[in-house]
């Protein structure tokens, strides 16, 4: 099944050629649209799509623009500043090509409440950003906020488009011109409200935008260090084993919970091989209740976990597993990274809460039990050399393949030993399947009628059982068959 073809980066996501063209005359057969299927790969194969945050300080016609951009009004305008404040993704094409575009709340500098964590969100869509434009309104000019914009920009250092809006016609074009003076580049003129100018500003996003999101996996390049970041609630002891793994006091150790605010890199050597580790900021609670310091501190580790390829979850073992735990954990499963668990302060528990610890995981991490375990203590460096091996597995499981043809193999005598129960007097089937990316593993499944959660949920349980996926996530999408004859 043409299995040592180089499938990372084709255009058929994970399939070659010669397998992406029998796998088209299977779904052909089976009376599926071409184009249908071309696109359920395209999606599930593409990985991330490239970020485009939109930026600005308040009232300039952000969500305007975006509402423009995506062809819909779905972001929510109103003739006031201050109506976005979260962070919005919405996705959208140009030119055939698809990207992430993020809406964000105005930026205003020096601001104190609900306005500096609406703040710190646009200042989060920039980081995690792979382009940015940003919108600065034609009638007004440059104020000292969009001053302090552009500082923030060429700190980031990400590709920047300058949209002048609100220029309606031509004698706004002048206008226009004046912001050159921010040093940004050419200024394109945009009435968002009317779509005047929008087309060769996207021209100018696309030339920005990379085809794909940029590699971080990997650090430097191919060869370079795995990135490892290590996650978990405050005071659970990350630091104290990102000093026992580097041999050093590199991050400060303090009873006091939250003593760590921005992540810290370090090159470890591990096993014969360099990781590149990151410590974060503990996790408090959810992000939309924290204030100040701890705001930016939970947005910094959230842009972490998506720069890392493998998580690894400190928990403590001498705690209650918390709902605090479970969320980290859903935020790493959800960002698609390969997942260690890691239970800390291991030494100082006794055989009774060894025991009842044992109960708890079963009963409140049963979702991730794929994930490999190793049982620790940051302190006295205990069972250390446990940690790269269960790295290494995750990160196998991760990159996983499983070739089309074993695939469909497999699907066939599932179904065949487990149909689909029926529902409304008809058993829907899964007809094939193909898995369209790695890292995580995405599968896309084709079939006859709607398939239901929990009979995913048992393929997912049955393809880990077969294959493997150690400590990664598994992606599934369905695609179901249209009725040819209902086609208008």
């Not at 940003?134 to 920009?153: I, N, P, S, W």
């Not at 991050?251 to 974060?280: C, H, M, Y």
């Not at 935020?331 to 030494?347: E, P």
Request: net charge negative; with cysteine; charged share 30%.
């Amino acid at each position: 099944m043409n299995d040592h073809h180089p499938f990372e980066g084709e255009e058929h996501g994970a399939l070659g050629d010669a397998e992406y063209e029998r796998f088209m005359e299977l779904a052909a057969e089976e009376g599926f649209d071409v184009e249908d299927v071309e696109d359920a790969i395209g999606e599930a194969g593409h990985g991330p799509l490239p970020r485009l945050a939109v930026v600005g300080r308040p009232n300039v016609g952000k969500s305007t623009l975006v509402n423009r951009i995506i062809g819909r009004r779905e972001a929510v305008v109103e003739d006031r500043p201050g109506v976005t404040r979260d962070r919005v993704t919405y996705e959208a094409e140009w030119a055939g090509r698809r990207f992430k575009l993020v809406d964000t709340g105005g930026w205003e500098q020096d601001v104190l409440g609900i306005d500096a964590s609406v703040a710190a969100q646009a200042e989060y869509a920039i980081e995690a950003s792979d382009a940015v434009v940003f919108v600065v309104d034609a009638t007004v000019g440059a104020t000292d906020t969009d001053e302090a914009v552009v500082r923030l920009l060429r700190k980031a250092g990400k590709p920047v488009v300058l949209c002048a809006n609100k220029v309606d016609g031509p004698s706004g074009e002048a206008d226009a011109a004046t912001l050159w003076s921010l040093g940004l580049g050419e200024p394109h003129p945009v009435s968002a409200l009317h779509g005047r100018g929008t087309g060769d500003m996207l021209d100018a996003v696309l030339e920005a935008l990379p085809d794909a999101p940029k590699e971080t996996f990997g650090g430097t390049g191919i060869g370079g260090p795995r990135r490892v970041a290590l996650i978990g609630r405050p005071n659970v002891g990350k630091s104290s084993l990102l000093n026992k793994l580097a041999g050093e006091d590199r991050v400060v150790v303090n009873e006091q919970a939250g003593t760590t605010r921005d992540p810290v890199d370090e090159l470890i050597e591990l096993g014969g091989v360099t990781w590149k580790f990151v410590d974060t900021a503990g996790i408090r609670k959810r992000v939309h209740l924290q204030q100040g310091a701890d705001y930016y501190a939970s947005l910094r580790t959230a842009a972490a976990v998506e720069k890392a390829e493998v998580a690894v979850v400190l928990i403590d073992g001498a705690d209650s597993i918390s709902v605090q735990d479970q969320r980290i954990l859903t935020m790493a499963v959800d960002a698609g990274r390969a997942l260690v668990l890691a239970y800390n302060k291991w030494d100082t528990l006794d055989e009774e809460r060894r025991y009842y610890l044992e109960r708890e995981i079963e009963r409140e991490l049963g979702q991730v039990a794929w994930a490999p375990r190793v049982n620790i203590s940051a302190r006295t460096g205990r069972h250390m050399e446990k940690l790269v091996p269960a790295l290494e597995t995750a990160l196998a499981g991760w990159e996983t393949r499983v070739p089309t043809g074993r695939l469909n193999a497999f699907l066939g005598e599932l179904v065949a030993a487990h149909p689909h129960p029926v529902r409304g007097g008809k058993q829907p089937r899964i007809l094939f399947g193909t898995q369209a990316g790695t890292k995580p593993p995405r599968f896309v499944l084709f079939a006859s009628g709607f398939i239901e959660a929990g009979y995913r949920r048992f393929i997912e349980r049955r393809l880990r059982e077969e294959f493997g996926f150690e400590g990664t996530p598994v992606q599934i999408s369905v695609r179901v068959r249209e009725k040819r004859g209902r086609k208008k």
